[in-house]
């Protein structure tokens, strides 16, 4: 029996199961791999979280901070396969995870909606489009930093008088006021996760029709629109997936945005948690996601 370790990490957090069931997850996460002291702390972070793991186990890990043409995740895999003495470690940007944790093995695009963006359109054929998928310094448009960051704009405007009011301006206090948010958003490691975090008062402060948060949710969700839009090769059906879509307002308002933009769709499929899944299909199938996804993935045999 070939047992099955799986791996999600995020910009903000991460979640790690075993054979299927989830074992363990955390606030921990990755925003760009650009230096060997952050993929050597990645691999620490699996390493310490993996129970035990039989000789004829596979690894499979989603990746956010993936690059095209680094050399990054090949070494992730490398020296996960020798740390936990695996049979085989297959890394994979999380773009793929996502993919295979909602749309599953058939033509379509998957759109990640957390802490960061990034969409993924494949034909079957092995063409693929990677959209977004630039970190929060450049894009993650439509995400939870591009949210929380927003409101936070929005809220310290209307306490300046410089902007409309808006009951995000009375959630201030609770951060410590500017200077504490200030402080705090300057100085917070990873820098998205404290920013992201106000994505979801501007959610709440939404559901209550404050109008300030509602046209930042309008517009989040017209940008996941323009994304999902932009990586999609062909037909097929959509998949979400991202802590954002807990929120069915959130939800509601990017299916509104992708028929307002004329996204045709063979069915949208939704699913928050998808991309752990996805990592577990992607250590059952590598075969498949060899073929699929070559360009997003990287592998290590053990010999």
């Not at 058939?106 to 054929?125: F, K, M, R």
Request: a negative charge.
């Amino acid at each position: 029996m070939t047992h099955i370790l799986s791996v999600d990490i995020g910009q903000s957090g991460f979640r790690v199961g075993y054979d299927g069931s989830l074992i363990e997850e955390g606030k921990a996460g990755v925003v760009a791999l650009t230096s060997p002291d952050r993929v050597s702390s990645l691999v620490d972070l699996i390493a310490s979280i993996a129970p035990p793991l039989p000789a004829d186990t596979s690894v499979g890990v989603g990746l956010s901070g993936f690059v095209e043409g680094s050399d990054a995740p090949a070494r992730i895999a490398s020296l996960l396969q020798d740390r936990l003495d695996a049979r085989h470690v297959i890394v994979a940007a999380d773009a793929v995870t996502a993919y295979l944790g909602t749309v599953g093995t058939v033509p379509g695009t998957a759109t990640i909606c957390g802490t960061g963006v990034a969409s993924l359109g494949a034909d079957g054929n092995g063409a693929l489009r990677r959209v977004d998928a630039r970190g929060y310094l450049l894009s993650d448009l439509g995400g939870g930093f591009w949210i929380g960051q927003r409101g936070l704009h929005a809220a310290l405007d209307a306490v300046q008088g410089r902007g409309d009011p808006t009951s995000l301006a009375e959630e201030l206090p609770a951060l410590g006021g500017p200077e504490a948010i200030y402080h705090d958003a300057m100085s917070s490691v990873p820098a998205p996760k404290y920013v992201a975090a106000f994505a979801l008062t501007v959610i709440a402060a939404a559901e209550t029709a404050d109008r300030v948060a509602l046209r930042i949710i309008e517009d989040a969700a017209q940008e996941i629109a323009r994304t999902t839009a932009a990586a999609r090769i062909g037909s097929g059906p959509v998949g979400l997936t991202g802590g954002l879509l807990q929120s069915p307002l959130y939800t509601t308002a990017v299916e509104r945005a992708f028929e307002a933009a004329g996204i045709d769709t063979d069915g949208v499929i939704v699913r928050p948690d998808a991309s752990l899944h996805g990592a577990w299909i992607l250590a059952t199938h590598p075969e498949f996601s060899r073929l699929a996804f070559r360009e997003l993935i990287a592998e290590k045999e053990a010999s």
